[in-house]
């Protein structure tokens, strides 16, 4: 595997071991089946109680079964599921980062014991409603609200482009709670078999075919007052639980683009045209060459986004730079390892395609890459030029 400048060597024995589970689980549970499930555009729903066995959802959290493990192991495990498939990782991302993570930092005690065991094993799936039909890169815009009612709250909107929401046992939905002064954000922890709840699945999908994806649809639907996460009001709720999951993104991105590079590889050194292996072209090692070097300069970033992050010197808009740049590099470079398969690489026989497909999500969802720019703009200059 493509480790260039040798960073695996400064890992210590829980990351490698962590590195080791995944990228086995990805040989041998994830890759056979994978381009089936992608070209049936169904997700393996059971990998999903598997992966929780193995320790998969949310591991940088801790207590309420998670252990607590680093941040470059987290990164680690995102880079080894999305070598496997960018619907691997957006499970493993949203279940962790998206719905453990907000009942673990603005949950009461009862949230916590009720809901986090369950979704760490695997045994639960959740999922994370922010996006709306007329919402999407500016979610404070959103319309769907709560309203306290006889001790419960109603709620009503609608929520659209969900991952996993057609199988989800709970649904963190944010909503303006309009019974509190100035309308605030906040999470609310819905489970989808309510009444007035639909979670209608969007078919017809080009890029992430092997993952879910669904609406939440929300009439009038009465929850308990205990289903609010008490400890946080505002946007910044689901604004750090973007935070969360972009870092697990920079990371997935480039296990995508290495795995479309050690297909290309494999591919050019096996391909014969014109008497001998393709990799023999000095055009095909310049597009080897510019992807390793793309691919690790992608890793480095990575590397050092875990340092500041344990260290807790790690701001949203680094998120925003490693998410931008190596999602496009993995966009970029899945295309380039894809041609070098010629009229085989257009195929589901071949990574590349099916990583390339997957980045056109990657890059548009959890802040498109306009977006991305937008935060890194206002950082740099002071000026925010979203509007
Ligand atoms: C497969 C998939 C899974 C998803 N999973 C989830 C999920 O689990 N939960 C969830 O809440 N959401 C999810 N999303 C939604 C995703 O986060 C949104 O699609 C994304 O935020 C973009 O919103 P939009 O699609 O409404 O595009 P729009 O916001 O309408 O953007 C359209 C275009 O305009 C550009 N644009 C917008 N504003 C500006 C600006 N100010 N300046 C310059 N350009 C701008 C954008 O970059 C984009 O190119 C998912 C999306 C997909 C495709």
Redesign the pocket.
């Known amino acids: 595997m493509l480790d260039y400048v040798s960073l695996e060597d400064d890992l210590d024995e829980e990351e490698q071991m962590i590195r080791d589970t995944a990228r086995q689980f990805v040989e041998e549970q994830v890759k056979p089946d994978i381009a089936d499930h992608f070209e049936a555009g169904t997700f393996p729903t059971d990998l999903i109680p598997e992966m929780g066995e193995l320790g998969f959802y949310a591991p940088n959290l801790e207590g309420y079964g998670s252990p607590n493990v680093s941040e470059t192991a987290y990164g680690l495990l995102m880079q080894e599921l999305e070598a496997g498939d960018s619907g691997i990782r957006s499970m493993a991302s ?1 279940q962790g980062a ?1 719905v453990m993570y907000p009942i673990h930092a603005f949950g009461s005690e009862e949230q916590k014991e009720r809901w986090l065991p369950g979704l760490g094993r695997g045994e639960l799936v959740g ?5 709306e039909p007329e919402h ?3 979610p404070s815009g959103m319309e769907t609200y709560a309203e306290k009612d006889a001790g419960e709250y109603v709620l009503n909107g609608s ?1 659209t ?3 996993n929401s057609p199988i989800s046992d709970v649904a963190v939905v944010w909503a303006r709670d309009r019974s509190a002064e100035d309308n605030p954000v906040r999470g609310f922890l819905v489970e989808p078999d309510r009444d007035g709840v639909t979670t209608n699945k969007i078919d017809e ?1 080009l ?2 075919r092997a ?1 879910v ?1 669904g609406e939440i649809g929300l009439n009038d639907v009465y929850v308990p007052e205990d289903a609010v996460l008490p400890g946080v009001e505002g946007m910044k709720g689901p604004l750090s639980c973007l935070t969360q999951a972009r870092y697990g993104i920079a990371w997935g991105a480039v296990g995508a683009a290495r795995d479309a590079f050690e297909t290309a590889r494999e591919y050019a050194t096996e391909r014969d045209q014109f008497g001998g292996p393709i990799a023999r072209f000095q055009i095909q090692q310049q597009k080897l060459a510019e992807m390793a070097t793309e691919i690790t300069t992608s890793q480095l970033l990575a590397h050092r986004l875990a340092e500041l992050k344990e260290r807790g010197d790690l701001r949203p808009q680094h998120v925003s730079m490693a998410k931008r740049n190596n999602v496009r590099m993995a966009r970029d470079q899945s295309r380039v390892a894809r041609e070098m398969l010629g009229g085989n690489g257009i195929t589901t026989d071949y990574s590349p395609m099916r990583h390339m497909a997957n980045m056109e ?1 990657v890059y ?8 991305h720019t ?1 935060i890194l703009g206002e950082d740099l200059t002071g000026i925010a030029a ?1 509007e």
């Open positions: 949203v998206l999922c994370f409603g922010l996006t999407g890169s500016n929520k482009w969900i991952t999908k890029s992430m993952s994806t999500t548009t969802y959890e802040g498109t890459h306009d977006i937008l979203y």
